[in-house]
T-cell receptor, first 109, second 115 residues
Framework: GQNIDQPTEMTATEGAIVQINCTYQ??????LFWYQQHAGEAPTFLSY??LDGLEEKGRFSSFLSRSKGYSYLLLKELQMKDSASYLC??????????WGAGTKLIIKP | NAGVTQTPKFRVLKTGQSMTLLCAQD?????MYWYRQDPGMGLRLIHY???????AKGEVPDGYNVSRLKKQNFLLGLESAAPSQTSVYFC??????????????FGPGTRLTVL
């Protein structure tokens, strides 16, 4: 079966750095997405990785290792507005997104 | 541009009632999707469409029907609602450019409770 695993909840301090991990087992791989979802709102796109390595976009970076079935989202200089759920999703061989349950990130002052 | 809009935002149904959720997008996107989101679970694909007049089943299609009569609209129907269909429903759309990297744009969601 297809499976996406990520921690349920993480807590970090304002101004710090946090890494949210995602491991996956899917039928085929056509890229990995990270989305941000604030409580009660729609998911919004953060990043896409299809090749191994690190993609940096401002305070957010995303890493992929296809051989290990592993990705992480790195958030630097955390701000209170970063409190949200972060969803990992893999596009499988049928070009459909398989979604993880999300990681709720709590930022403390 | 309004992006992706959903109607209604909230709804309470009794078991056995029917309803239709409307999704509209003004980005001229070919692909449209209906997901449900339940606590502790990832988004699950109900049905999707790759263009006007086409629909296809996703991961959890039972109990739902869809129609895509116009490119900008994607309707999700519940013929006989059940408590197990209590969920938050999201519509999404994306371009059809042949790139797997195309992001999906989501509507604000419909919160449905079936009593």
């Amino acid at each position: 079966g297809q499976n996406i695993d990520q921690p349920t909840e993480m807590t970090a301090t304002e101004g710090a750095i946090v890494q949210i991990n995602c491991t996956y087992q899917t039928s085929g791989f056509n890229g990995l997405f990270w989305y941000q979802q604030h409580a009660g709102e729609a998911p919004t796109f953060l990043s896409y990785n299809v090749l191994d390595g690190l993609e940096e976009k401002g305070r957010f970076s995303s890493f992929l290792s296809r051989s290990k079935g592993y990705s992480y989202l790195l958030l630097k200089e955390l701000q209170m507005k970063d409190s949200a759920s972060y969803l990992c999703a893999v596009m499988d061989s049928n070009y459909q997104l398989i979604w993880g349950a999300g990681t709720k990130l709590i930022i403390k002052p | 541009n309004a992006g992706v809009t959903q109607t209604p935002k909230f709804r309470v149904l009794k078991t056995g009632q029917s309803m239709t959720l409307l999704c509209a997008q003004d980005m001229n996107h070919e692909y449209m999707y209906w997901y449900r989101q339940d606590p502790g679970m990832g988004l699950r694909l109900i049905h999707y469409s790759v263009g006007e007049g086409t629909t296809a089943k996703g991961e959890v299609p039972d109990g739902y029907n869809v129609s895509r009569l116009k490119k900008q609209n994607f309707l999700l129907g519940l013929e006989s609602a059940a408590p197990s269909q209590t969920s938050v429903y999201f519509c999404a759309s994306s371009t059809e450019s042949g790139r797997a990297s195309d992001e999906q744009f989501f509507g604000p969601g419909t919160r449905l409770t079936v009593l």
